[in-house]
């Protein structure tokens, strides 16, 4: 009979507690207490679908155009100030999209700056006078999701282009190849599975997003999610529209996996030359150098600079108490959860490398669908089972002790730190893997040729090679808990805010002065994130 593995059996348990909540919205959307089906294909589930579609594909069609231009650009082509704008290319990432939607409408409002200047040139008196486009609509939500998104296309579409060979080019040169064919026919196909990889990140993110088509009045899924739980107080119609999403999640992520298995590229030299660069001059240095300014200003100038405005003109929030509590919620509830998602990354890799049995390493590629599944949809998927587990719980610790305890899971951040390591396991997870495969597995084997119990070889053997990467998916996965929104409006304890949360609210009220403080936090926290990303791109 053979032994039992407990490093096997708690990676199986690790993995099963990632996938729970994404079978538990199955579960629950094919057994509701009431059927609202009919009801939701009849009426808004036709509309909530077209509007996810809609907002998906155009915001993945211009941030897949935005990034694989820029990066072309600046791997290609020598322009003014093309040192400094590769790297704040990614300066986007640090703006959620949420604040990109409160920080555009501010400024091009009606009382904004944008109008009122218009109103004060022309002398126009009232909007009577003129036409300017709806803010407040799909289009708008497009421009900031893509401007927030395209970086994601932009890191991977810059690495494939950085590691193509120039011998391609410059045949295609020698051919009579202009400019824009050897970007169409030569550099995007060759980076085609790169740039359909961030695509498909932009998409899901877009799926995720709450904060910024609820402030837009775009009804989406996720939002239509919000709407049937908390408004119509319906948890099953709200896991049936979680399943719509998360079918189209899984869609996504199909298509993306399909798509770079049957395209594939090698390099037949063994001396792969970069291409060189060329020297714009003239128009064209001007026009390449805006090209890239644009993105840079719509996603991460314009926000920033609107709401470090307004957090200098309303300094007295700064020493608001609840802006304290809410910077120690986010802190705290951040800071577990990152650190008990990598140890479970870290156990669960280990775990498989341990065990060498089929079951752990099919489910270890399964565990990172948490971070495609909708903030939204996780919730749903953990509040309602952990619920019912809650207070079951309560009766029975009142029945054998006669002390009422309350709720102990649902009513903690118990619920919140949950869907966190659920919802971004999958960067710890691919964090690990990476960094344990390149450990040389003769450096384990003689730790345990010496007497070296397993424990002993993680921590004496894996851990000091692989501090660094560890680390960095430590704060990778504490910037995006700072972020995430949907999840934590739906699990967080009464009165709870985060700075999420708080800036959201403080916004939905139009009252963006109270909220820039808060704002002007988490985008700091995502220069960190982005300054890693940048130093690790170098």
């Not at 009422?404 to 919802?423: D, E, K, M, N, W």
Request: charged share 10%.
């Amino acid at each position: 009979m053979s032994k039992v593995d407990p490093w096997s059996v708690g990676a199986l348990c690790v993995a099963l507690i990632v996938l729970a909540p994404i079978a538990a919205v199955v579960w629950i959307a094919f057994h509701p207490v009431e059927n609202i089906w009919p009801h939701l294909m009849s009426t808004t589930l036709p509309r909530y679908t077209r509007n996810t579609l809609v907002l998906m594909l155009s915001v993945g069609v211009l941030a897949a155009s935005m990034g694989a231009v820029t990066a072309w650009l600046v791997t290609r082509y020598h322009f003014v100030g093309v040192r400094w704008i590769q790297w704040a290319l990614l300066l986007p990432l640090a703006i959620p999209a949420y604040v990109g939607a409160y920080a555009l409408v501010d400024f091009l409002e009606y009382a904004g700056p944008v109008q009122t200047g218009l109103r004060s040139l022309f002398g126009w008196q009232s909007s009577r006078d003129y036409w300017f486009p709806e803010i407040r609509s799909m289009g708008a939500a497009i421009i900031v999701l893509s401007a927030a998104l395209f970086p994601y296309v932009y890191i991977l579409a810059r690495a494939a282009f950085r590691e193509q060979s120039g011998a391609g080019e410059e045949v295609a040169r020698s051919l009579g190849a202009g400019a824009f064919a050897r970007f169409w026919r030569v550099g995007l196909p060759l980076a085609r599975p790169a740039i359909a990889a961030g695509t498909a990140i932009v998409m899901m993110e877009t799926v995720n997003d709450f904060g910024t088509v609820d402030y837009f009045a775009v009804q989406t899924l996720t939002t239509g999610i919000f709407s049937v739980w908390l408004e119509s107080n319906n948890a099953g119609g709200a896991a049936q529209i979680s399943s719509v999403v998360l079918m189209l999640v899984i869609v996504l992520v199909t298509m993306e996996k399909v798509s770079r298995r049957k395209v594939q590229f090698f390099s037949l030299s063994t001396r792969n030359r970069p291409p060189e660069r060329v020297q714009l001059t003239g128009i064209w240095n001007i026009m390449a150098f805006a090209a890239c300014l644009l993105p840079f200003l719509i996603g991460f100038v314009l926000p920033f600079s609107v709401i470090f405005h307004h957090a200098l003109s309303n300094m007295e929030r700064w020493h608001d108490p609840a802006l304290t509590t809410a910077l120690l919620n986010t802190l705290r509830v951040g800071g577990i959860a990152a650190v008990v998602t990598v140890l479970a990354g870290v156990f669960m890799v280990y775990g498989v490398r341990l065990s060498g049995r089929t079951l752990p390493r099919l489910l270890l590629p399964i565990t990172t669908i948490g971070y495609a599944a909708p903030g939204a949809v996780l919730g749903v998927g953990i509040l309602i089972p952990l619920a019912t587990l809650d207070h079951g719980l309560a009766d029975l610790i009142e029945r054998l002790t006669g002390t009422p305890t309350g709720l102990l899971l649902t009513g903690t951040s118990f619920a919140l730190i949950l869907a966190y390591c659920v919802r971004f396991f999958a960067i710890a997870q691919g964090a690990a893997d990476g960094a344990m495969g390149r450990v040389p597995p003769s450096l384990p084997l003689a730790a345990r040729s010496l007497g070296r119990s397993r424990g002993q070889v993680l921590w004496e053997v894996y851990a000091p090679l692989v501090r660094a990467s560890i680390g960095s998916a430590l704060l990778l996965v504490f910037v995006d808990c700072v972020k995430e929104l949907p999840a934590t409006m739906l699990l967080r304890p009464f009165n709870f805010d985060t700075l999420a949360t708080q800036v959201h609210e403080q916004a939905s009220l139009e009252n963006l002065g109270d909220a820039s403080p808060g704002a002007v936090l988490i985008v700091l926290v995502g220069l960190v994130a982005v300054g890693l990303l940048a130093r690790a791109n170098r």
